[in-house]
Structure formats: C-alpha cells, structure tokens
C-alpha cells in the first residue's frame, strides 16, 4: 500500500485534482494508493463557512475568525454551500472517506510500503503555519515506511537561515528521496542537502486530456470565455472583457472572489467543485487566468489560453511554459496583452512531445521509490 501525505483537505481545484492524479497514476502502475486523511484545524479551518485562520508565533499556534473571508463567503449566497458540498463529494468520491486526523501524532505509517508526501507547497512554513511536523516526516509510528518527498515546494517566498537548516534536517533524516516541484527549490534543497534532488512535473500533467475529460461534469452553458484567477490583476479583468466585447462572448469566473467588489462584465459561477471546472474549462471558448492549474488544464484540454503573470507564485507558470515551449502565451507585468498572443495557433501534437518527455522524469521518480 503506497500513502499520499498532500493538501487534500483544501477546497482548491489544484490542490484536490494533484491529490487526485497522483493516486490515480500510483493506481495505473498497478499498486494500491490511498490519501491519508491528515487535515489538522489550522490548515483546513480556512475553509469553513465560518472561517478560523491561524497564525504561529514563539511556536504557540493562535486561532482566530477571519472577518474578511466570511464576509465574502456571506456575498457568495448559496453558492458557498453548493461548492463546500461539491467539493465534499469529490472528497469522498475519488480521495478519501475516512474522518480527518487533526495532528500528527496520531498518524499511523507502519501499514505503507512508501508514503508519498507532496505535491504542493507542504514545506512552507506560512502555509503550514510554521513547519508542520507530519509533512517533515517526524511521525514517531513509521514502522518500515519509506518516505519520499514528491513535488514538494516552500513556494516562491525565501526561508530564513534557521527555517533552512531545520527543514534540511528533517529532511535528511527523513526521506529517502526528494523531489521538487519548482527547478529554483529544487537546484536549492541540492545545496542544502548535498545530494541529488529532482525537478518533477506536479501530479496533474501525469495523466492525460482524455482521462481529465473522464471526470469532468459539463455544464449547460458553452463557449464563453472563462476567467480564473488567484489574485486581483487589472489588466487581466479589462483583457476579458475587452474580449468578451470584441467577440461577443460572455466571460465566467470560476474562482472564488478575492475582492469584495464586484466586476462588471463578469458573471460568478463559483458553486462547482474539481469535477465542474474541468467541465467548464473543456467547455470554453478561451482561457484567461493567472493560476497554474488554470494553465495546466488548459494545456490539457488544448484551449486557447492567455495567462498573466502572479506577483509571487510565477515560477512555476514561468517553469511549464518554458518546458513545453508555450512561454508566447504569457503576459509579464508591464508587458501589452495583444490579441496576436492570444491567438497565435498552438501545435499540441508538439506540446505532447515535450510534455512526454517531462513525463519520463517524473514517472521515474514514482516508479523507483513504489517498487
């Protein structure tokens, strides 16, 4: 049995489809997988209705409400609801039914051969609200697990001198095999820890366009442009809509608000969990977005897609692009968002190629340490 230690508990479509797809490539190879259901309150609180955030200091955990994301939960109508059910059913449909464990003391790893922990950013202390001891592999019950890192990321903010040598500590004393998600962390854990440490792809671009369409749930509604982003960008709203006017096309947003004010020209539909966004990217006209997920999947599912540069979670973006020589797609701060980018005609068949030989790495990597 092969156990998968990763954000599963967020309502993220990223977070929940890299779960879902590295259980599913571990199942293709012939093994059992399965999520291990670690969701401690201070990570999963955040997506509550009534939301409790928490922040570390002097390594004393404080919990608190967060008046600002409930106040855009209550905006959100009933739509909150449907999404928490959405997502829930995905949850227990395709990652796991078992009841959250919520510290990790009480995680069990004798049973795994191998528990994979990653991916996403499971080495980021404000994340993780300071180092989290589970995903660092301090559980005292391991018996013969082998642990491997896949994926794992600090994302793009710097660790301080004292995070760096504590997380290369527990690392080296931990994990038999590291693997990164972005080419910057893993070139740094390689200084860090004097050994190899791979660059992989995230779990996501592990399986296929035509097994993503498999899942996804269609929705009535076809050829729109779809806007999906994971901060407020000024300059990538007006492009949508200077689109959605040039063309006639109306423009969906499928990710939650990140202000409370409303933006003209751009209708919500944010009720729908992991199975509904695949259904409504597979259905677009276009893509506008600055989420990597919102890029990978529309790779995937071979849309045409604009994405604008993210203030601090670029490189990965940055990263897939370059790889798969797609980097004309993207829109860099300060930088004209012509409709020649736009529309300039993609060659997938040559996107498959590179993305098959990115594959290779990663598959590697799984595949030595599941035996």
């Not at 609180?45 to 390594?59: D, E, L, N, Q, S």
């Not at 919990?63 to 939960?73: G, L, M, Q, S």
């Not at 191998?114 to 499971?122: A, L, N």
């Not at 671009?205 to 899942?215: N, S, T």
Request: one cysteine or more; a positive charge; glycine letters at 6%.
């Amino acid at each position: 049995m092969v156990g998968i230690l990763t954000f599963y508990w967020a309502d993220d479509y990223g977070a929940m489809l890299q779960a879902y797809a590295l259980k599913r490539y571990i199942e293709k190879s012939g093994k059992q997988a399965e999520i291990i259901p670690y969701a401690p309150l201070r990570l999963s609180g955040r997506y509550h209705f009534i939301p409790i955030t928490a922040v570390c200091r002097k390594k004393r955990v404080k919990y608190y409400f967060n008046h600002w994301i409930f106040t855009r939960n209550l905006s959100t109508g009933i739509a909150f609801y449907k999404r928490r059910k959405n997502m829930r059913e995905f949850r227990q449909n395709y990652l796991t039914k078992e009841p959250p464990i919520k510290c990790a003391e009480k995680l069990l790893l004798k049973k795994y051969s191998c528990v994979f922990v990653g991916s996403d950013q499971v080495w980021n202390p404000e994340i993780t609200i300071g180092f989290d001891d589970a995903y660092l592999g301090k559980m005292k019950d391991k018996g013969d697990c082998r642990l491997a890192a896949y994926g794992a990321s600090f994302g793009n903010g710097c660790l301080s001198e004292k995070e760096c040598d504590e997380l290369a500590k527990a690392v080296q004393d931990n994990f038999a095999e590291i693997s990164m998600r972005e080419k910057r962390a893993s070139d740094c854990m390689t200084r860090l820890l004097h050994r190899d440490v791979a660059n992989v792809l995230d779990p996501t671009l592990l399986l296929d366009g035509e097994e993503w369409e498999q899942i996804g749930r269609e929705p009535v509604e076809k050829g729109y442009i779809l806007f999906y982003h994971t901060e407020e960008n000024r300059q990538m709203t007006d492009y949508a809509r200077k689109l959605s006017e040039t063309f006639h096309k109306k423009v969906i947003q499928v990710s939650m608000p990140t202000s409370l004010n409303p933006k003209p020209g751009i209708q919500l539909r944010v009720s729908g969990g992991p199975e509904e966004f695949l259904g409504y990217v597979r259905n677009s006209w276009c893509v506008v977005t600055n989420s990597f997920h919102g890029t990978v999947f529309s790779i995937l599912l071979e849309k045409q897609f604009l994405v604008f540069a993210h203030s601090s979670r670029n490189e990965r973006i940055e990263s897939i692009l370059k790889k798969l020589d797609l980097e004309s797609r993207l829109v860099n701060e300060g930088e004209e968002a012509g409709e020649r980018k736009m529309w300039s005609k993609i060659d997938w068949q040559k996107t498959k190629e590179y993305l098959k030989r990115e594959k290779a790495v990663s598959e590697k990597f799984i595949n030595r340490n599941i035996g």
